[in-house]
């Protein structure tokens, strides 16, 4: 099974700051099936990135995705105040074929 | 625009089975996608079920392989999960959602639907 694990657990900033988030694979894991997802209190997850750096429909220029074989970045360039929510990574292809990192809570500090 | 419901009970007795269905609108189950489960226990995240092709092809987590049960009817352009034998430790919120054949991601999701285990 390839593990994802997700760092730091809580990043505290405020809004207008730079938000970096690392996921880390416990084996190799191809760019094409790394993606990332928000999910805000009492909402399903939304799609953010796939494929490591592609932004899904909809989603702002300030988020963007970069990384390669066991590391990968989320980053958010300025935060606004609806981005402060709890965000996945995910990986398709290893085996069980789909697992997800624990998660980082982005808060306002 | 795709969109995604769950239903089925809230409540479901251990050693019972948990049974939700999840309705397709806008787009064909028959497409070329995998149609997926996805479950969050409360305060927890995310773990994947497991998904189906709508020709009836699945792929389980090895984890809940041996109590589950996916199936689809492209008649009513839904998909259904059982998981038998619940205990306490099934409860979360289950979530249906779609993944395109040739990509890894998630695209389309349900809004969710909880599920406690309780006598």
């Known amino acids: 099974e390839i593990v994802l694990t997700q760092s730091p657990g809580t990043l505290s900033l405020s809004p207008g700051e730079r938000a970096t988030l690392s996921c880390r694979a416990s084996q190799s894991v191809s760019s094409s099936f790394l993606a990332w997802y928000q999910q805000k209190p009492g909402q399903a997850p939304r799609l953010l990135i796939y494929g490591a750096s592609n932004r899904a429909t909809g989603i702002p220029d300030r988020f963007g995705g970069s990384g390669s074989g066991t590391d990968f970045t989320l980053t958010i360039s300025r935060l606004e105040p609806e981005d402060f929510a709890v965000y996945y990574c995910?990986?398709?292809?290893?085996?069980?074929?789909?697992?997800f990192g624990q998660g980082t809570r982005l808060e306002i500090k | 625009q795709v969109q995604l419901q769950e239903s089925g009970p809230g409540l479901v007795k251990p050693s019972g089975t948990l049974s939700l269905t999840c309705t397709v609108s806008?787009?064909?189950?028959?497409?070329?996608?995998?149609w997926g489960w996805i479950r969050q226990p409360p305060g927890k995240g995310l773990e994947w079920i497991g998904y189906i092709y709508y020709s009836g092809s699945t792929n389980y987590n090895p984890s809940l392989k041996s109590r589950l049960t996916m199936s689809v009817d492209t008649s009513k352009n839904q998909f259904s999960l059982k998981l038998s034998s619940v205990t306490a430790l099934d409860t979360a919120v289950y979530y249906c959602?779609?993944?395109?054949?040739?990509?890894?991601?998630?695209?389309?999701w349900g809004q969710g639907t909880l599920v406690t285990v309780s006598s």
């Open positions: 806008g787009g064909s189950i028959s497409s070329s996608s995998w």
């Open positions: 995910q990986q398709y292809g290893g085996s069980p074929p789909i697992t």
């Open positions: 959602a779609r993944k395109i054949a040739a990509a890894g991601e998630f695209d389309y």
